[in-house]
């Protein structure tokens, strides 16, 4: 690649510090690199190299600590210092000019493909409907997953998923498209795919920076960077275009990370005086059955359930993995179809919806907390917090921010409104991740695993406010592998097998110690 062009990004002395209970730490140490239009640049490292960082100081997704990032438009030479940009100067240039490809996707799940893909252009400011859907329908043609555009991430592989990420990084135009482990959980055959994909966007003039682990796709780049420690350097590569390796690259405990968890244990809780519960139905379940079939035959997950849930229920769904959970959380939810049997809500069958009926049914009267949260990287809090409204059309469009802003103050976010998901701890994250499941008012809510990632303060704020919620009449269903977690609900039911083995009410809880008031989640009325 000849550097008779001007960078398209120019990275001076970049330094990002982090700040922990345990002191400093040097995520980035004095980065200077050149990145140049109609590039493939690979960057390489292992777990903890400060590779992520690196990509959120490229995008403007993190602040650095010291510095210079600048960007040079390839089109008219003008520049931009990127983290001299307020957050929305900062918004407007990255919805322009950057396309991000992540790992987990990061689709929204009660949304089709296609409007998934059309995202970035509503925040962005450019959504047309019929213009904006057309160019998503053709994205979605160009990595050949078109025929599938209505469905939702539910009804799709992860390399399906993946190409949908591809899509709607694409649907800005934007000059550089930045990657994060975009093949790390997808099959060779799959990450090939996926590889296509980009050798022939940088075929077509645009910058590609992918982020890996695996050393072995060194040769696939157009050129390579290596980063060890937050230090950047250039690799020695073989006559194969191979990195060669190197005696003083630390070998990294690739189990660190998993014994730094910490066992999530709640404090009781108050539970709502049993007089003052909502006693109609909610959901109802009768006879459901669901049977996949795979090469090696048939696996029945649901085997005939009969459940009912009132309105005002904090119920927690527990059993073993492979007992049936995850399958029915999809069947109250919509996400997936039942083999037989009805899925009755609010007095409705919701199986005689139609895909986009379902759709809107579900963004509108049912708010759904996943485990990893599923908020969008390049959205501030209150923005992420809105999509719901914005996409159901739910409140008018001049009370949507205020409402969000209300919502992240119930939840304790009150001083993280306009920041970002990677500035927030992990407790916050799933705090705002609820927020935003209460954006719409639902009546329902599920949550999968909603304290699976807590410390025990997180979790307890979580449960706390599940708990007020239900106080409210809204109806909270948690599913969880954590038995510890029904000394919390009103009602516990247990799967096995495919099967329900046990339901029953739980007993009067003792009154807790109080919350710390920083933890304080009391219900406002909105």
Same mark, same amino acid.
């Given at each position: ?156 592989? $992860?390399?399906? +998923?993946?190409? /949908? @990420? %591809?899509?709607?990084?694409? #649907?800005?135009?934007?000059? !550089?498209?930045? *990657?994060? &482990? ?92 049993? $007089?003052?519960? +909502?006693?109609? /139905? @909610? %959901?109802?379940?009768?006879? #459901?059955?669901?049977?996949? !079939?795979?090469? *090696?035959? &048939? ?228």
């Amino acid at each position: 690649m000849s550097n008779t062009k001007k960078p398209l990004f120019k990275l001076s002395d970049v330094t990002k510090i982090y700040t922990t209970g345990a002191g400093d730490f040097t995520a980035l140490d004095r980065v200077n690199i050149d990145i140049y239009p109609g590039e493939f640049v690979g960057i390489i490292g292992k777990s903890g190299a400060g590779k992520s960082t690196l990509l959120n100081m490229i995008s403007g997704v993190s602040r650095i600590s010291s510095g210079e990032v600048t960007y040079t438009d390839p089109a008219n030479g003008n520049q931009d210092l990127i983290h001299a940009l307020d957050q929305n100067q900062l918004a407007t240039w990255r919805g322009k000019n950057v396309g991000i490809v992540y790992q987990s996707f990061e689709l929204l799940p009660m949304l089709s493909l296609v409007d998934n893909v059309v995202l970035p252009q509503d925040f962005a400011g450019f959504f047309q409907r019929r213009k904006s859907r057309k160019k998503a329908q053709e994205l979605l043609d160009m990595v050949e997953i078109g025929e599938h555009s209505h469905k939702i991430p539910a009804h799709i592989s $992860g390399g399906q +998923k993946q190409r /949908v @990420a %591809i899509a709607r990084a694409l #649907v800005n135009d934007p000059q !550089v498209i930045i *990657a994060d &482990e975009p093949t790390g959980s997808l099959d060779t055959k799959t990450s090939n795919n996926i590889f296509a994909i980009f050798e022939k966007l940088v075929a077509q003039g645009k910058t590609v920076v992918m982020v890996t682990h695996d050393v072995n796709l060194a040769n696939r780049f157009d050129r390579v960077l290596r980063i060890v420690d937050g230090v950047v350097s250039t690799p020695t590569l073989d006559h194969s275009g191979n990195i060669v390796a190197s005696s003083q690259e630390p070998q990294l405990d690739e189990d660190e990370e998993a014994a730094n968890l910490k066992e999530v244990t709640l404090e009781p809780i108050f539970q709502q005086d049993e $007089g003052e519960k +909502k006693k109609e /139905v @909610a %959901i109802s379940l009768t006879d #459901v059955i669901k049977t996949y !079939v795979g090469p *090696a035959g &048939e696996f029945t997950a649901l085997k005939g359930i009969n459940l009912d849930f009132n309105y005002g229920d904090f119920v927690a769904i527990v059993g073993k993995s492979g007992s049936g959970k995850s399958t029915l959380l999809n069947m109250l939810t919509g996400i997936d179809h039942p083999s037989s049997g009805t899925v009755t809500i609010g007095g409705n069958n919701i199986y005689d919806l139609s895909e986009s009926e379902r759709a809107q049914w579900r963004g509108k009267n049912m708010g759904i907390v996943f485990q990893f949260f599923q908020l969008l990287p390049t959205l501030t809090m209150v923005e992420n917090t809105m999509l719901p409204m914005d996409y159901t059309n739910t409140f008018e469009p001049s009370e949507r921010y205020d409402r969000a802003i209300e919502l992240l103050k119930m939840v304790g976010l009150e001083n993280e409104i306009h920041k970002f998901p990677d500035s927030l701890s992990t407790g916050q994250q799933q705090s705002a991740a609820i927020a935003r499941s209460m954006a719409t008012d639902p009546s329902i809510i599920v949550a999968d695993e909603p304290t699976g990632n807590l410390d025990s303060k997180s979790a307890n704020t979580i449960i706390n406010l599940f708990n007020k919620l239900s106080a409210d009449g809204k109806t909270i269903l948690i599913v969880t592998h954590d038995p510890g977690l029904t000394r919390f609900t009103h009602r516990t039911v247990t799967l096995a097998d495919g099967l329900v083995v046990n339901q029953e009410d739980e007993p009067e809880l003792s009154v807790a110690k109080p919350v710390e008031p920083e933890e304080k989640t009391l219900v406002p009325s909105l």
